[in-house]
């Protein structure tokens, strides 16, 4: 069956360092993939989508990049703050229109002044 | 103004009732969703609507049943509540049903008891 696995571990780092998150895949080969950034008690918030036939995706000081042959995504976050303290999901989906968007658990990530 | 909207934020309730959650969104979108977070932090689809029509419906035990009176409405009803229908409800929206960034509303936590 399709597994998407995050660490469960949250990941702490100083502030102003970066941030690397893993998502890892199996026994799907998706067209696409979403990070979404989720607060306590709030919804998930969209942060960047990247395409199966895209290696790398930039926005400010998020990267992301998407290994279709390792079957994993990573997710950086530059100069890092406390305010991106968070718990981060990836999402993926196949091509098709009616596709499912599957989320992973969940890293959260805690950056400490 | 709040893009997507569902009431109410929280919702205790005794096994064997029955209760609706209500979404709402003002952004134009086509399509909209119900997903579940359980206690381990897992998002899984529920439904999908896509102009007031059904297009996704995961296995879901019929107790769940999604209603759409127009395309920026999408309720929840769920009869016969029991304890492990616990969790915190997420509606969302996206413009149509590519592959497109979803956007949240800021969840139910639904506790039965």
């Known amino acids: 069956s399709q597994k998407i696995e995050q660490n469960s571990e949250a990941l702490n780092i100083q502030e102003g360092k970066t941030a690397t998150l893993t998502c890892n895949y199996t026994?799907?080969?998706?067209?696409?993939l979403q990070w979404y950034r989720q607060d306590p008690g709030r919804g998930p918030v969209f942060l960047l989508l990247?395409?199966?036939?895209?290696k790398e995706k930039r926005k400010e000081r998020l990267k992301v990049t998407f290994d279709t042959t390792l079957k994993q995504s990573l997710f950086h976050i530059t100069a890092s703050q406390p305010a991106d303290s968070a718990t981060y999901l990836c999402?993926?989906?196949?091509?098709?229109?009616?596709?499912?968007?599957?989320f992973g658990k969940g890293t959260m990530l805690l950056v400490s002044p | 103004d709040t893009a997507v909207s569902q009431t109410p934020k929280y919702l205790v309730t005794q096994m064997g009732n029955d209760k609706s959650i209500k979404c709402e969104q003002n952004?134009?979108?086509?399509?909209m969703y119900w997903y579940k977070q359980d206690s381990k932090k897992f998002l899984k689809i529920m439904f999908s609507?896509?102009?007031?029509?059904?297009?996704i419906n995961e296995t879901v035990p019929n107790r769940f049943s999604p209603k759409s009176p127009d395309k920026a409405h999408l309720n929840l009803h769920i009869n016969s509540l029991e304890l492990g229908d616990s969790a915190v409800y997420f509606c969302?929206?996206?413009?149509?049903?590519?592959?497109?960034?979803?956007?949240f509303g800021s969840g139910t936590q639904l506790s039965v008891l």
């Open positions: 969302a929206s996206s413009p149509g049903t590519g592959n497109e960034k979803l956007f």
């Open positions: 026994n799907y080969s998706p067209a696409y």
């Open positions: 990247i395409r199966e036939n895209e």
């Open positions: 999402a993926l989906q196949g091509a098709s229109g009616y596709s499912t968007l599957t």
């Open positions: 952004l134009g979108h086509d399509t």
């Open positions: 609507y896509n102009n007031k029509e059904l297009i």
